[in-house]
Nanobody
Framework: HVQLVESGGGSVQAGGSLRLSCVSS????????LGWFRQAPGKEREAVAV??????????YYSDSVKGRFTISWDNAKNTLYLQMNSSKPLDTAMYYC????????????????WGHGTQVTVS
């Protein structure tokens, strides 16, 4: 049974930084998608940052609202996915979820097999 455990959420003032972590119970093999999604109250879940393992920066996607501020990365040795959030804005307030073993288009949420339970980020 695959487990994804997120941490690092919390409250931060606008302009501040947070680093979200997601520890996976399984190894992420080359070619699969890993991603961070978020969902604010009353809104649909949206892709924030996604990547395809082993394909380099060219495979990384960022939503327009976070481009230049957030960075996604994967540590193979630790089986951990990160989301570095800089220059935070109130619009970043949401529950953040990590997702693993996605196929096809990485930014489509319904392409992922496993999800974490989420970590809340509040920017004021």
């Amino acid at each position: 049974h695959v487990q994804l455990v997120e941490s690092g959420g919390g409250s931060v003032q606008a302009g501040g930084s947070l680093r979200l972590s997601c520890v996976s119970s399984v190894f992420a093999y080359s070619g699969i998608c890993l991603g961070w999604f978020r969902q604010a109250p009353g809104k649909e879940r949206e892709a924030v940052a996604v990547m395809r393992v082993g394909y380099g920066d060219g495979s990384t996607y960022y939503s327009d609202s976070v481009k230049g501020r957030f960075t996604i990365s994967w540590d193979n040795a630790k089986n951990t996915l990160y989301l570095q959030m800089n220059s935070s804005k109130p619009l970043d307030t949401a529950m953040y979820y990590c997702a693993a073993e996605g196929g096809g288009l990485c930014r489509r949420a319904d392409n992922y097999k496993y999800w974490g339970h989420g970590t809340q980020v509040t920017v004021s």
